[in-house]
């Protein structure tokens, strides 16, 4: 069993920068492959970003792409979303999510265990 908890959600403007973190409990974690998923108000779940266990391989949704990071501490058992230029459409709830197998995955349903989510609204 793997448990997540986010946190750096808030309130930027647009064009700002926030990091969201994502802690883990549970042994596997590093053996694990790590996503961020998130949820606009009214929408369905969009991928943003993942990563293998070992850091080595990141996708990213092209929506982010350039202006996210996703990375990884597996001796903190923590994932990191770096997002930078932020814009009005990147507002949303993101989750952390873990599967259990060492390649990331883009579609949310590979996803094993979900964090509770933080809310990021970007504002004009």
């Known amino acids: 069993q793997v448990q997540l908890v986010e946190s750096g959600g808030g309130l930027v403007q647009t064009g700002g920068s926030l990091r969201l973190s994502c802690a883990a409990s549970?042994?596997?974690?590093?053996?694990?492959?790590m996503g961020w998923i998130r949820q606009a108000p009214g929408k369905e779940r969009e991928f943003v970003a993942a990563?293998?266990?070992?850091?080595?391989?990141?996708y990213y949704a092209d929506s982010v792409k350039g202006r996210f990071t996703m990375s990884r501490d597996n001796a903190r058992s923590t994932v990191y979303l770096q997002m930078n230029r932020l814009r009005l459409e990147d507002t949303a709830v993101y989750y952390c999510?873990?599967?259990?197998?060492?390649?990331?995955?883009?579609?949310?349903?590979?996803?094993?265990?979900w964090g509770q989510g933080t809310q990021v609204t970007v504002s004009s």
């Open positions: 549970g042994r596997t974690f590093s053996a694990y492959a």
């Open positions: 999510a873990s599967r259990r197998a060492s390649r990331p995955k883009t579609a949310d349903h590979e996803y094993d265990y």
């Open positions: 990563m293998d266990w070992s850091g080595g391989l990141t």
